[in-house]
């Protein structure tokens, strides 16, 4: 008897244990997010203003968040933010559900260039959240006259010694490898892929390659030192920038004249979301004119909110988080793949990753 | 004669250092973690002045206090779990073990030589089409409590076997005449005897439960980080000091648990 | 009349002792199959699954993912995978003949010490292992970023190249796994070194001149079952290794473990994922084969079941 009891107590004390925190009969809000990308205060604010909880997660690429949502996420989270080039496989796979624009009359507030995204003709899946670029950071000590070129990476001559790392999200660092190449950022062929992947293997096989580190890490390795060069975002450089000005004195942000990468980052409710109501209403929360540019002023991001305009800070005004013209014609958003191209590039890839 | 012993004393020489060399080995990089946790700025590489402020820090991160509650509750849970399943099932081995139980061997010692990947990941896999058809099980701390259990269950179960294995095989014949019902039997004569087997067997489950990593990070969702998946993150992210401090704190709570084993050993020993 | 009632309740003893084993052994064994042998049944099947366009598994059924795993692709066969595996086997190999190096005379060392100290000296060798893997991980990468101490030594010596830390590094990785796994080397040897029958080895050094003879035909043989042990407590789960690859070897060091997790947490290949778990499976259990054979014809079987 006293052994049924006691496994009738256990159960009894996990599921208290387990039950207490998913009773708790406040809604909440999943969200799930790259790492600093989001403004504590924006939080807040919304979960002041509708009375709910939110819980963030985070990830530092595509390719994890994807995963995730595949491993079940797809019915555990109520927002994703993935870029452009994840947006139609997330549409195929099923993995997201359409928005109902009736719920998000801020939609209104987009520019017009976000409006009709060629990844989701009509935004129906997804709604604009920020926008902007991956580049090259370097030091600018080391490199007193640094070429403004991917060959600062992938040059044994023009980088002979000095430790790099290289984004680990493959469709943007063979992107780069193509730059290097001579080739334009967004090189879909298999030739040219071909020839990246051969760039990347003898790249990875220098002595001074230390790796391939997400973006937002990147930041943080070249801040302490560790590497040299590295690939991230120029929100992100602005944003810790701001943070430690000491550390990031001698780094700079470049895009390479080769070209780089555009990129949208956009709002999705998955498919199996537990609380699409809320998320709809935490998109046009976020589409608001003061408070898209609240995110922008404190994220360093370009909004594309054109309402938002008015409240920006001149620093998103001006390269890096708005590039020149000069600029912009070398900017490319990175190919969304599918089927056997998606394929044959993630086998590519892997290859990459395992040599 | 004396020229081995002088070789002797040389050998023991030799050995007694490398023994020390081993030890800074060992302790080497817990001593960097715990150093730098009281590192006054932000830096990796040098120190610059010492100062609580990461603990601070730690203190005010609601994702951390989670995490640690996380980490908690299921450590608690699934070792009282695998407590109570292991304990039957190293009981049942001893009672029946003229039988052939080497399917059951077998069974016990799969959790512990299957690669920490392949379990996580089969759980994974598992649990995520569970879920797509039943509905149920849905990543969280259920699941990670579920995998745990599993991973706990042999080790109770082994400890507990050969803590009957000891005994005195006539004990449980006295026991008999001395107690009419087996209930009484297993309160009365049982328990008491492996109580120190099934304390170990608890201490032990839960250090696997908090030393895991692969197989918790395989089956969390999104509300069940555990300290372990947060330093994880953290360090994935670009290293911020306040790992050191978690990190520091963890490493206190094992060293606790050293003292606290070795206290324990010696009164056994007295 | 006797007989009957005598044969009845045998036979009750039977069922009864039957009901107690079923009641004791299945919520455990039940446990197990539930949540481990058909999760990884399940795993093994998706192997033989196809990879759908976006990295789920897919019917029909086909070996294509073991296809891939030998390195066959759209564009041709391609080293990578094996590469993958012979590093994974190299790492193992290198570091569990290290830790054996160590461990060795810290167990010997260990039993040459007065009794009282010995369970303080054990407990000093193990507890840094109950500390979180990650944790101790992260510990030496803090240790051998460039610019550290050790870096600055080894670039002195001309070990690395200028600029570079010995992290991220296939050496760290090496080493990692080193300090991951002494304990489990020292703690069978030590048995094994406390059971030494000290008669035999003083006869052997009266026997053979040279202490090494000695050694060789005393000591290391009955210290070999302790040292089987360990080899599979150290080499199995080194291969299978995928947190200190992960965060030492930055990109240049995957191991299999590495490999088959991207598959998952990349989100590119669940079929593939699976087929590199099959191999893992397969290396784990030939150990543990292997290794019980040779335990058995040295006459120490029971030990080197783990």
């Not at chain 1, 071909?194 to 760039?199: E, G, M, Q, S």
């Not at chain 1, 998606?342 to 590519?348: E, N, V, W």
């Not at chain 3, 150290?234 to 240049?252: R, S």
């Amino acid at each position: 008897m006293s052994k049924h009891t006691k496994t009738a107590a256990a159960v009894a004390f996990c599921s208290l244990l387990l039950g207490t925190g998913a009773q708790a009969a406040e809604e909440k809000l999943y969200l799930f997010n790259w790492t600093e990308y989001m403004d504590p205060e924006i939080i807040t604010a919304f979960e002041q203003k509708y009375d709910v909880e939110v819980v963030q997660n985070y990830y530092n690429s595509l390719p994890e968040m994807f995963a995730k949502l595949n491993a079940g996420g797809a019915s555990q989270y109520d927002i994703i933010v993935p870029s452009n080039y994840y947006v139609p496989r997330l549409i195929k796979t099923g993995l997201v559900q359409k928005l109902d624009h009736s719920k998000i009359p801020n939609l209104a507030n987009v520019k017009a260039q976000f409006q009709d995204p060629s990844f989701d003709p009509g935004s129906e899946y997804s709604a604009p959240y920020q926008w902007g670029t991956t580049g090259m950071v370097y030091n600018t000590e080391t490199f007193p006259d640094a070429p403004n070129s991917w060959s600062l990476m992938f040059d044994p001559k023009v980088n002979p010694d000095y430790p790099f790392a290289i984004m680990g999200d493959g469709q943007v660092a063979i992107g780069a490898a193509c730059g290097a190449l001579g080739k334009p950022y967004d090189c879909d062929t298999l030739d040219s892929w071909r020839d990246a992947a051969k760039l990347m293997i003898e790249t990875k096989s220098r002595d001074n390659f230390s790796g391939f580190t997400d973006g937002t890490p990147a930041l943080q390795q070249l801040a302490r030192g560790v590497t040299h060069v590295g690939m991230s975002y120029n929100g992100d450089y602005l944003y810790f920038k701001g943070e430690d000005p000491e550390a990031f004195e001698h780094l700079a942000f470049a895009i390479p004249d080769e070209g780089a990468e555009m990129w949208v980052d956009s709002m999705m409710i998955p498919s199996g979301a537990p609380h699409p109501d809320l998320a709809h209403k935490f998109i046009n929360f976020i589409l608001d004119a003061k408070i898209g540019a609240q995110l922008s002023n404190y994220n360093y991001y370009a909004s594309p909110n054109a309402a938002a305009e008015p409240y920006l800070e001149e620093a998103l005004r001006q390269p890096p988080a708005q590039p020149t013209d000069e600029e912009m014609k070398v900017l490319r958003f990175t190919p969304s793949l599918e089927g056997e191209k998606l394929q044959t590039f993630q086998q590519l890839w892997s290859e990459v990753q395992a040599r | 004669m004396r020229k081995r012993t002088l070789k002797r004393s040389s050998l023991r020489r030799a050995l007694t250092a490398f023994w020390w060399l081993t030890l800074i080995f060992l302790y080497l990089p817990l001593a960097v973690v715990v150093l730098f946790s009281f590192n006054a700025s932000n830096s990796a590489a040098s120190m610059t002045g010492l100062s609580l402020r990461w603990y601070h820090q730690l203190l005010g991160n609601e994702q951390i206090m989670a995490a640690f509650g996380n980490t908690l509750i299921l450590a608690l849970c699934s070792s009282v779990i695998a407590l109570v399943i292991g304990c039957l099932i190293g009981y049942g081995m001893y009672r029946h073990r003229h039988r052939k139980l080497g399917w059951l061997i077998v069974l016990i010692y799969l959790p512990i030589v299957l690669p920490d990947i392949v379990f996580g990941i089969s759980e994974m896999a598992f649990f995520v089409q569970f879920h797509r058809l039943t509905g149920l099980l849905q990543p969280g701390l259920g699941t990670m409590v579920i995998a745990h259990v599993t991973f706990q269950i042999p080790f109770v179960a082994l400890i507990v076997y050969s803590r009957f294995v000891g005994l005195d095989p006539t004990l449980f014949e006295a026991a008999k005449d001395l107690y009419a019902t087996p209930a009484k039997r297993v309160v009365h004569f049982m328990l008491p005897t492996i109580k120190p087997a099934l304390i170990s067997a608890f201490f032990l489950s839960f250090t696997l439960s908090v030393d895991d990593f692969v197989i918790s990070f395989f089956t969390a969702g999104p509300e069940s980080a555990t300290l372990p998946i947060y330093i994880w993150g953290a360090i994935k992210k670009g290293v911020s000091p306040e790992i050191n401090a978690i990190a520091t704190l963890m490493i206190g709570a094992v060293a606790m648990a050293a003292a606290i084993s070795l206290l324990f050993n010696r009164k056994r020993q007295s | 009349m006797l007989q009957t009632s005598q044969t009845a309740s045998r036979r009750h003893a039977v069922v009864s002792e039957t009901r107690h084993l079923l009641f004791t052994v299945t919520p455990g064994a039940a446990w197990i199959i539930v949540f481990l042998v058909l999760p990884s049944v399940y795993l093994m099947a998706v192997a033989f699954m196809t990879n759908g366009p976006y990295g789920l598994p897919q019917l029909p059924l086909s070996l294509n993912s073991f296809e891939q795993l030998a390195g066959v692709g759209f564009l041709g066969w391609s080293p990578g995978n094996l590469y993958t595996l012979l590093r994974s086997l190299w790492q193992t190999i290198v570091a569990t003949g290290l830790v054996v190096l160590v461990a060795y005379p810290i167990a010997y060392y260990i039993t040459t010490c007065r009794a009282r100290w010995r369970p303080i000296m054990l407990l000093l060798v193990v507890v840094p292992s109950w500390t979180n893997q990650v944790i101790r991980t992260f510990g030496w990468m803090n240790l051998l970023a460039p610019g550290t101490p050790l870096s600055n030594l080894a670039e002195i010596l001309g070990l690395i190249s200028p600029n570079m830390g010995l992290y991220p590094s296939n050496f760290a990785v090496t080493l990692g796994l080193v300090y991951n796994f002494l304990p489990f080397m020292v703690l069978p040897l030590y048995a094994a070194f406390e059971k030494l029958d000290t008669a035999q080895v003083e006869a052997a050094q009266d026997l053979y001149a040279k202490p090494v003879r000695a050694f060789w035909n005393a000591v290391f043989p009955q210290t070999l079952p302790g040292l089987l042990a360990g080899v599979v407590l150290v080499a199995i789960p080194a291969f299978g290794m995928y947190v200190i690859p992960e965060l030492l070897g930055g990109g240049k060091a995957m191991m299999l473990g590495n490999l088959v997790a991207t598959q998952f947490s990349g989100g590119s290949n669940w079929p593939l994922g699976a087929a590199g778990a099959i191999l893992m499976l397969i290396a784990t259990f030939i150990g543990l084969f292997a290794m019980r054979r040779i335990g058995k014809r040295l006459g120490g079987g029971e030990e080197v079941v783990i």
